[in-house]
């Protein structure tokens, strides 16, 4: 099966000091945009009130570890406020963020679960940081993930594997000792300086013809913990049917674009109209339309032979002839 590789680049930089700069996790909650997952949203904050709160409003006591920081800091300020630490932080967080997390009841959503496992990435990485290295990932586009390796100035980092779940639905790659070598779970590999892993999802067809790319989880095994990335189904419209659909898209902008054009006449005529019908005539015993002001009861006189249509009856006029007094309003 033909499949196509993610690009990626490593840069080797030299380590400012025996701890890696753990700002670098920060950045991951920034890959939740690739699933349309505000840091604002219900999704993420649900997830980190769920992670780091309890039902009472206050911190979790098993939520005092490494991490902390980062999410903190990718949470809402109107939800903090003013604070010296991160414990104090999360506290203001639980105890104002309570009240909405109760103020209906809500139901576990799709977004949730990706916004978790991300939290659970973020804590991850903060606890490889901490042990002076570097484990990190972008998320290029929906179908690929890129790990970054580090090591510290007094830290090495092994690869022990990389273990996907399904098994056959991502297929990983990288370069060891200058050649491009596919990891698995039996890879072992010692991170000389840096090391870059891609790995691409492999979709699987459906009846439809769309290509579904199913639910995928993929562990990095270190010698300094387990790193691992959840990335959400998603799907890919063969050529053909993005083709129709875009084809389809055209057509209804096109026909969009001509019914604009359709109105922007017709409201036109209608000023007209309204321009020119200044005045019109109803029953002297009801009110003007909406919009239109009374200016009193007028008399015409009509045949006696047509006055079954008057609009007011009135007296007689003289032989054949009657009066009739409708109500004439203006616009």
Same mark, same amino acid.
């Given at each position: 099966?033909?499949?196509?590789?993610?690009?990626?680049?490593?840069?080797?930089? /030299?380590?400012?000091?025996?701890?890696?700069?753990?700002?670098?996790?920060?950045?991951? %909650?920034?890959?939740?945009?690739?699933?349309?997952?505000?840091?604002?949203?219900?999704?993420?904050?649900?997830?980190?009130?769920?992670?780091?709160?309890?039902?009472?409003?206050?911190?979790? #006591?098993?939520?005092?570890?490494?991490?902390?920081?980062?999410?903190?800091?990718?949470?809402?300020?109107?939800?903090?406020?003013?604070? #010296?630490?991160?414990? &104090?932080?999360?506290? =203001?967080?639980?105890?104002?963020? $309570?009240?909405?997390?109760?103020?209906?009841?809500?139901?576990?959503?799709? @977004?949730?679960?990706?916004?978790?496992? #991300?939290? @659970?990435?973020?804590? %991850?990485?903060?606890?490889?940081?901490?042990?002076?290295?570097?484990?990190?990932?972008?998320?290029?586009?929906?179908?690929?993930?890129?790990?970054?390796?580090?090591?510290?100035? %007094?830290?090495?980092?092994?690869?022990?594997?990389?273990? /996907?779940?399904?098994?056959?639905?991502?297929?990983? @790659?990288?370069?060891?000792?200058?050649?491009?070598?596919?990891?698995?779970?039996?890879?072992?590999?010692?991170?000389? $300086?840096?090391?870059?892993?891609?790995?691409?999802?492999?979709?699987?067809?459906?009846?439809?013809?769309?290509?579904?790319? &199913?639910?995928?989880?993929?562990?990095?095994?270190?010698?300094?913990?387990?790193?691992?990335?959840?990335? /959400?189904?998603?799907?890919?419209?063969?050529?053909?049917?993005?083709?129709?659909?875009?084809?389809?898209?055209?057509?209804?902008? =096109?026909?969009?674009?001509?019914? #604009?054009?359709?109105?922007?006449?017709? @409201?036109?005529?209608?000023?007209? &109209?309204?321009?020119?019908?200044?005045?019109?005539?109803? &029953?002297?015993?009801?009110?003007?339309?909406?919009?239109?002001?009374?200016?009193?009861?007028?008399?015409?006189?009509?045949?006696? $032979?047509?006055?079954?249509? =008057?609009?007011?009856?009135?007296?007689?006029?003289?032989?054949?002839?009657?009066?009739?007094?409708?109500?004439?309003?203006?616009?």
């Amino acid at each position: 099966m033909k499949r196509n590789l993610a690009v990626f680049f490593c840069l080797s930089l /030299p380590a400012a000091s025996t701890f890696a700069d753990v700002n670098s996790c920060l950045s991951l %909650a920034s890959t939740l945009k690739e699933y349309n997952i505000s840091n604002q949203s219900s999704a993420f904050l649900n997830s980190a009130y769920d992670q780091y709160c309890d039902q009472s409003g206050n911190t979790k #006591s098993t939520s005092a570890g490494i991490g902390l920081d980062m999410v903190i800091k990718a949470i809402p300020i109107k939800f903090t406020g003013n604070y #010296s630490s991160s414990a &104090e932080a999360f506290k =203001n967080f639980c105890r104002n963020y $309570s009240s909405v997390a109760t103020a209906s009841e809500r139901k576990f959503s799709y @977004e949730e679960k990706i916004a978790t496992k #991300s939290l @659970e990435t973020i804590e %991850a990485c903060q606890r490889i940081a901490a042990l002076g290295a570097t484990v990190t990932h972008e998320i290029p586009n929906m179908r690929a993930v890129t790990f970054f390796l580090q090591n510290g100035n %007094a830290t090495k980092l092994e690869v022990r594997g990389v273990f /996907p779940t399904p098994n056959d639905g991502v297929v990983c @790659e990288g370069q060891i000792d200058g050649q491009l070598k596919t990891f698995s779970k039996e890879t072992f590999a010692k991170v000389e $300086s840096t090391q870059g892993i891609s790995c691409e999802r492999v979709s699987k067809s459906s009846p439809s013809g769309v290509g579904v790319f &199913e639910e995928q989880v993929i562990t990095l095994a270190t010698n300094l913990g387990n790193y691992s990335v959840f990335l /959400p189904q998603d799907e890919k419209l063969p050529l053909e049917m993005a083709q129709n659909i875009s084809s389809r898209i055209d057509k209804l902008e =096109n026909e969009g674009s001509a019914l #604009s054009s359709k109105t922007t006449t017709l @409201e036109s005529d209608l000023a007209q &109209e309204k321009a020119s019908l200044r005045y019109i005539f109803v &029953e002297n015993s009801v009110n003007c339309p909406q919009g239109w002001n009374s200016q009193g009861v007028i008399g015409w006189i009509m045949r006696d $032979s047509d006055y079954a249509n =008057n609009v007011g009856n009135g007296g007689r006029f003289n032989t054949g002839w009657t009066w009739t007094h409708p109500k004439l309003c203006k616009r």
